[in-house]
């Protein structure tokens, strides 16, 4: 196995290791309905998967006024938490990770959820321990504003070079770029891998496996 090249790794939560593209671009849907919104198409709503919450929502329904901004984000939170225990981690996710744990890198989640969102999704998996730290968009700056693997590598103290961003979505490869640090994009979550190349991604894979097989050779 090829020498350590990223000392510590950051990972995307929804779509990157957590199945939940279509229950969120579901639940953003429904939302704006209930709010008589001008309902997004499934590229619209997907699109802004990764960004907080409310940017996300204001995003995918730009004629739904502010005022309603509470109603609507109310609306999401009730159809996503009808649906969050059908989501599950991807096939080769806990193996990966384990290997990656056994090779001393610095596991973390740098995510568009909020903590109580991601706690709530740790606990479900049981992925209690597995991750070193985390960041989530309503404790600090939402994607793609490069704070969140800012204080991640002040935190553990490595540098933008020896830190690597995994991530489903231009969001993702655009903060780690802002942060000066290397990227890989994965081609089976939120959005299309076209728009991947602009952002400098080293690597773009396709399923865990190959993500996998990515990460024991070059991370």
């Given at each position: 196995?090829?020498?350590?090249q990223?000392?510590l ?6 779509g ?5 593209t279509a ?6 849907q ?10 997004p ?5 997907s699109y ?11 995003h995918?329904?730009?004629?739904v006024?502010v ?6 984000g109310?609306r999401y ?5 009808a ?6 981690l ?12 056994a090779?001393?890198h610095?596991?973390?989640v740098?995510?568009g959820k909020?903590?109580r969102g991601l706690?709530?999704?740790l ?6 321990g597995v ?6 968009a309503?404790?600090?700056q939402?994607?793609?504003h490069?704070?969140m693997?800012?204080e991640?590598?002040r935190?553990?103290g490595?540098a ?8 489903d979505?231009?969001h ?6 802002n942060?000066g640090c ?10 299309p891998?076209d728009?991947f190349?602009?952002?400098?991604p080293?690597?773009?894979a396709h399923s865990?496996?190959e993500l ?5 050779l070059?991370?």
């Open positions: 196995m090829a020498a350590r990223f000392d790794i950051a990972f995307d939560w929804d990157t290791l957590f199945d939940s229950i969120i671009t579901r639940s953003i429904e939302a704006v309905r209930d709010v008589g919104g001008t309902v198409s499934d590229v619209a709503a802004v998967i990764g960004m907080a919450l409310m940017p996300a929502l204001a995918a329904a730009p004629d006024p005022s309603k901004h509470a109603e609507l109310e939170r009730h159809h996503y938490i649906h969050q225990h059908d989501i599950v991807f096939d080769g996710v806990l193996p990966m990770l384990a290997e990656l744990k090779r001393q610095c596991l973390t740098a995510t909020s903590r706690d709530e999704a606990h479900a998996v049981e992925l209690q991750f070193d730290g985390s960041r989530t309503d404790e600090t939402g994607k793609p490069p704070r693997l800012h991640l590598m935190e553990f490595v933008p070079e020896r830190t690597l961003m995994i991530g979505t231009t993702d490869l655009q903060m780690a770029l942060a290397a990227s890989v994009g994965v081609g089976y979550g939120a959005h891998t728009a190349e602009a952002l400098q080293r690597f773009v865990v496996a996998r097989d990515w990460l024991r070059h991370g």
